[in-house]
RNA sequence: GGUGAGGUGGGUGAGAGGCUGAAACCAACAGUUUGCUAAACUGUCGUACGGGAAACUGUACCGCGGGUUCGAAUCCCGCCCUCACCGCCA
């Protein structure tokens, strides 16, 4: 959400800015929400002056009434009442107003990045780095969700009669490759200073809210009504959540946080397209590393992220690129975003799996994520976050591009945690 | 699930209709003292939204929402949450 004051400094610079979502064009609800702005500051000097007003009535009140001026104190009181009626109605005024501006504030998404270029879909997206070269499989190659069949690793079906499609099994080495790639991935995390956690999978709305899967995404989320909570798309809602309602201290930053969780998502309407095997699921699992920044390292920070990840892929010896997506392909919230994606070779498609986002001040504005400099006004901080990474499209990759006839060779890094180097 | 207690500033915790944005203590920060550290002492020490060039100043906020009253952290109603004990259970 940004912020009132910023658009009020800002109007031309995010109106141009949001150009580059695909065209969009906001001007109209910058100037309606401007106006209420005004309308809504104005009221307020309205209702401060007469309540400041009320505060003296009350005040002189007690003290005739202490004097034993009871007949005076009676004459204020009418005047008290008269005032309470008008306070009321402007009270009534603020809060309508108030409701429109956050009606509007929550339409319009984040102000791309300087470096953001326009676009109106994946298709303007812009390589910056590529990476390893795709390897030729001969005519026999399988996709991995054969390969999984192949040596017994996932089990699709039981997943559909135990839950439903999207829910797979994994099992034997197949569940000791996840759970391989879990550890690596948080060792390496740690590693690179993120203090790991173990969130909670379930959140409040308040936390749903924060970082803005709410009011907006609900239908994403999987709800459980009886209590109110919403299970995780991803483990970046309960790890930025820590830091709701905060006010670091600048020498604190920047906070490094990093977690594994399941995640959870309905993906409601995508059915058909893109869903075969590992490629989309309604549970996965996902390490993710949470930054939050000062404004002014966040973007250096953001580059940092970037390296985190694509390191990770460079030991895991997958043929990579990095998309700087352009303004139409940008997530709601983000300001900045790279996308990793692995070539999996049976497929010959590029699966994403990372996405790695500075969201500058947009999500701290809803968080109330601040921090000090000082004895300064607390000003809000950046947030940022990135996969590092999703599993399910790691394994897709993994079991196609390093299957051979004797078997599926582990990358050399993982050994150690999974114990065994090949899948026979 | 049952019963009871309670939600006040970064923490502990007082306040029980006006003098309370809130005592005291702890923590934190700045300074004085000191050969250094510590201790001691002094001072500062909530947030938001307005007004103002600034100094400063107005309003709101004591879990949330209503109500009573000239006046509510304090009284009344509803809700939420936390804790303790019992029951059940990984």
Request: hydrophobic fraction near 40%; include cysteine.
């Amino acid at each position: 959400m940004l912020q009132t004051l910023f658009l009020r400094e800002n109007k031309a610079t995010v109106i141009e800015g949001l150009k580059k979502r695909g065209g969009l064009d906001v001007s109209e609800r910058v100037a309606d929400l401007l106006m209420l702005d005004e309308k809504r500051r104005q009221t307020q000097q309205e209702l401060d002056t007469l309540l400041a007003r009320s505060n003296e009535i009350a005040r002189e009140v007690g003290n005739l009434f202490k004097a034993g001026k009871a007949a005076e104190a009676n004459e204020l009181k009418a005047e008290s009442a008269q005032i309470k009626d008008h306070a009321k109605t402007l009270e009534e005024q603020m809060e309508a107003a108030e409701n429109e501006i956050r009606n509007i504030l929550f339409t319009i998404p984040n102000v791309p990045n300087e470096r953001i270029q326009f676009g109106n879909g994946p298709d303007d997206n812009e390589t910056v780095e590529t990476h390893g070269s795709t390897p030729t499989l001969p005519a026999s190659a399988l996709p991995h969700w054969e390969l999984a069949r192949k040596y017994d690793l996932i089990d699709f079906e039981l997943g559909v009669k135990v839950t439903g499609a999207g829910f797979p099994f994994y099992k034997g080495k197949g569940a000791q490759l996840q759970r391989a790639l879990i550890s690596y991935f948080l060792t390496r995390a740690n590693q690179a200073g993120y203090t790991e956690y173990q969130a909670p999978l379930l959140v409040n709305a308040d936390s749903g809210f924060g970082t803005g899967q709410l009011p907006d995404k609900e239908g994403q989320m999987y709800f459980a009504p009886e209590d109110g909570l919403y299970l995780i798309p991803t483990a970046e809602v309960p790890i930025t959540n820590i830091f709701r309602d905060v006010i670091l201290k600048a020498e604190q930053l920047p906070v490094k946080a990093c977690g594994y969780t399941p995640c959870f998502r309905r993906e409601a309407g995508s059915y058909g397209k893109d869903v075969r095997g590992l490629n989309r699921l309604h549970q996965f699992d996902k390490v993710e590393i949470v930054q939050i920044a000062h404004p002014d390292q966040s973007y250096s920070l953001l580059e940092e992220m970037r390296a985190h990840v694509t390191g990770l892929l460079k030991e895991l010896q997958l043929p990579y690129r990095v998309l700087r997506l352009c303004g139409g392909d940008m997530g709601f919230a983000s300001a900045f975003t790279y996308d990793m994606e692995v070539f999996s070779a049976a497929q010959e498609k590029w699966l994403e799996v990372s996405s790695t986002s500075n969201f500058e001040a947009f999500q701290a504005n809803r968080l109330k994520l601040r921090f000090r400099e000082g004895d300064a006004k607390p000003k809000l901080a950046h947030t940022l976050n990135g996969s590092a990474l999703a599993l399910p499209r790691i394994v897709a990759a993994l079991l196609e591009n390093n299957q051979t006839p004797d078997g599926i060779i582990i990358p050399e890094v993982l050994v150690p945690f999974t114990g065994f180097s090949i899948i026979q």
